[in-house]
C-alpha cells in the first residue's frame, strides 16, 4: 500500500536551554549543516557555539512558543491533520530533528501496510542544510530499519505552477490591508561555500549572481538559483514592479560569508532610501517558525522602524491553508494514481 510522509526540521521539546541543548546538538552536528571535518565540528558546535547558543535560542523560542507547542510543529501537524483528511493513503509527520523523528514516522506507515512510501520534504528549494539531509537520513533510516520499503522523493516545488499560485495568492490576501511601498523576499540563508559544493558541473555557480539565470543542471541543486526563480515567478503571477521588490538572506550563523544581502542590512538600507511601509514575504518556510515569528516578524519590525521605516507586515507563510492544503493532497493523489510528480 502507498503512503505519504512528509518531513518539516523540527524544534526543541521546550523553550528551555535543558531542551534546546540536545535539538541544536543534533542540528548542528549534521555534516550537511555544518559541513566542515568531523573534529573541527566537534570543536566548533560543542566546544563554542552550544557554550551559548542555547541559552540565548531558548529566549528567542520562548516569545515565540504557543500553548500547544512549537508553531513549526503545531502548524505541520495541523498541515498533515488536513492532508489526510483529502486521500485515502496514510500521511505520516517526521520531523528531521528532535524528537518527532522520521524513523518514528517510517514505523507508523509500516504499522498501517505502507511499503510504497511518498517522501516529501518541506522546504520548497533544495539546499544541502534542509532537501537533501530530509532525503539522505531517510535513505539512511529506510537501509536500516525498513529495507522493504520502496521510496520516492518528491522534487523541490519552487517554480511549481500550482505552488507559485498558492503562495502568491497568499502574499496578495496579507497585502489586501497594507498599502506597501516595497516587498521584502527573505529566505534563509546558507553560507556560501554550500553553494559551490552542490553544484555538480564544479564550476557553474559563481554565487555573485553571473549564473543563476544562465540555464545549467546546476540549477536542479543550486538554492541561490532557486529561491531567486520563486521571487521572480510570485512578480510576474502579481504582476509587481521591478523597483518595488527584492530579495534577501536572513539567519546566518557568524564565520563564514552566507549569501548576500543580508536581510537586516536590507532593512536599515530601504529605510535609509525612505521606504515607508515594508511587507515581507518568507518563503523559504512553509510553516511559520522561529525565523519568521522571531527573526522577521519581532526583531525585524523593530530594525526596520529604527531605520525610519513607519510600516512594516510580515505575511504569513502558508501554513495550514486550504488552498496549500489542497494543492499537496493533489500532488500526493497524483502520485498515488498515476505516479506523476510536480515540475
Ligand atoms: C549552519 C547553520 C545553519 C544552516 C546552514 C541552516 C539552513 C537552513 N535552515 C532552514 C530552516 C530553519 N532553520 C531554523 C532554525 C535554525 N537554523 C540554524 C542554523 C542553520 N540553518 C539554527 C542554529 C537554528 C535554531 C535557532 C537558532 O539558534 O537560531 C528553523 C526554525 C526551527 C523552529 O523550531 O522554529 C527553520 C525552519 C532552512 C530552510 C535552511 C536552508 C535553506
Ligand atoms: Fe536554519
Ligand atoms: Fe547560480
Redesign the pocket.
Known sequence: MKGVLLVN????DSPTAKDVKPY?DE??MDER??DVNPVLRNLLVRGIILQT?PKK?AK?YAKIWWDEG???IVLSERFAKKVQQHTDMPVALGMRYGSMSIKKALQELKDKGVDEVLLVPL?P?Y?M??YETVVVKTMEDKKEFFPEMKITTLPAFYKSPEYIKVLSESIADGLKDFDYDHILFSY?G??ER?IRKSDPTKFHCKIDGSCCSVNSVAHNTC?RHQVYETTELVKNYLGLSEEKISTSFQ?R?AGDPWLKPYTDYEFERLAKEGKKNLAVVTA??VSD???TLEEIAMEGKEQFEEAGGEHYKHIPCLNDGDAWVAVMAKWVNEWQAKEVLPV
Do not use: N
Open positions: 526540521l523540527g524544534s526543541p541544536l542540528f548542528l549543516v555544518i547558543r535560542s528567542a512549537s508553531p513549526l522546504y528549494h539546499a542544510s534542509s534563509h546558507i553560507p554550500h538554492y539567519s550563523l523559504a518556510f517558525c522561529l525565523e
